[in-house]
């Protein structure tokens, strides 16, 4: 049973950072691609960042690309996505999930409860 928990949001001021922390379970995390997506109020779920298996490759949505990293821990079987120069329009619950590596979609619509982020100006 595949299990997603993601931490480390919260409030923060414009310019500032975060770091979100994602465990996964029930799928062997070192095989699979990794990724961060996000939802704003009123707004589709969408694509933020992505990490291959083995942590060599890694791509940004153009919104995050040069502010967002995304990184991956096997000892832990933890994906991290640290956050940078922090904006308004940034603020969204942000998810994490296994996804294929073909397209970067979810291998399954389940979903861990997320972790809120909010920027404010």
């Known amino acids: 049973q595949v299990q997603l928990v993601e931490s480390g949001g919260g409030l923060v001021q414009a310019g500032g950072s975060l770091r979100l922390s994602c465990a996964a379970s029930?799928?062997?995390?070192?095989?699979?691609?990794m990724a961060w997506f996000r939802q704003a109020p009123g707004k589709e779920r969408e694509f933020v960042a992505v990490?291959?298996?083995?942590?060599?490759?890694?791509h940004y949505s153009d919104s995050v690309r040069g502010r967002f990293t995304i990184s991956r821990d096997h000892a832990n079987n933890r994906v991290y996505l640290h956050m940078n120069s922090l904006k308004p329009e940034d603020t969204a619950v942000y998810y994490c999930?296994?996804?294929?590596?073909?397209?970067?979609?979810?291998?399954?619509?389940?979903w861990g409860q997320g972790t809120q982020v909010t920027v404010s100006s």
């Open positions: 999930n296994f996804v294929s590596s073909l397209n970067y979609r979810p291998l399954k619509n389940s």
């Open positions: 029930g799928r062997t995390f070192s095989t699979y691609t």
């Open positions: 990490i291959t298996s083995n942590g060599g490759n890694a």
